[in-house]
């Protein structure tokens, strides 16, 4: 089970994985208590939250979530830092100054390893140039492209640490994906590899 999530004041698409009684959180945005009543409703156990990347819009609920949930914290090590310092989440310009407060349960993903969750297994892909440590998570026919693709675009490279030339490099790596691949971006509609490889013209240069 796959479900798309946009309670939130910044058009973030948060998504719940579920399956047996297991479940992830990815880019979980908006107020905790709604994502503890869906977990609730759908009769599921939160086994860890995993971001696309540090960004402010990305993880704005993280303290909230940690109040109730206690579950890891799953990022890539070259986005770690952004958790903790407002000018790099770019929370500042929310007029935020947001830092996570549970630094203990914060976890490094790596591309490569196979992460399991319960019933769930999950692959990383690391996908710079939106930001140092953008990740895209892969959940059987289904990739999740956090602010790396977009359905008929891409993500921005023009925030610190962003790469227009490394993105590129990044979205070589997709296409090269199984084209029947589902994406799930961080913003926007849902998509497949196979539609932006016809359409989107970040993926024909």
């Not at 959180?25 to 409703?41: N, W």
């Not at 890539?76 to 407002?86: I, R």
């Not at 692959?123 to 008929?152: K, V």
């Amino acid at each position: 089970m796959i479900k798309k999530i946009m309670k939130n004041n910044y058009t973030t698409n948060s998504y719940l994985i579920g399956e047996g009684e297991s479940a992830i959180l990815i880019d979980p945005v908006g107020k905790a208590g709604e994502f503890s009543r869906l977990l609730e409703e759908e009769g599921l156990k939160l086994k860890g939250i995993i971001l696309t990347h540090g960004h402010y819009d990305h993880i704005a609920s993280l303290n909230d979530l940690m109040d109730e949930f206690d579950v890891k914290v799953y990022i890539h090590k070259e986005d770690e830092k952004m958790l903790f310092k407002s000018e790099l989440n770019l929370s500042i310009f929310f007029g935020e100054d947001y830092s996570y407060q549970y630094p203990y349960n914060v976890e490094e993903v790596k591309e490569g390893i196979e992460y399991v969750f319960g019933e769930i297994k999950l692959e990383i892909l690391h996908t710079p140039g939106h930001t140092p440590g953008s990740i895209c998570i892969r959940y059987g026919g289904h990739l999740f492209t956090g602010d790396t693709l977009f359905c008929g675009s891409m993500g921005r490279t023009d925030f610190p640490g962003g790469d227009l030339n490394v993105m590129m490099e990044s979205l070589g790596k997709i296409k090269k994906l199984d084209d029947r691949l589902m994406i799930y971006p961080g913003h926007g509609e849902t998509s497949s590899i196979r539609s932006e490889l016809d359409l989107n013209p970040y993926l024909n240069q």
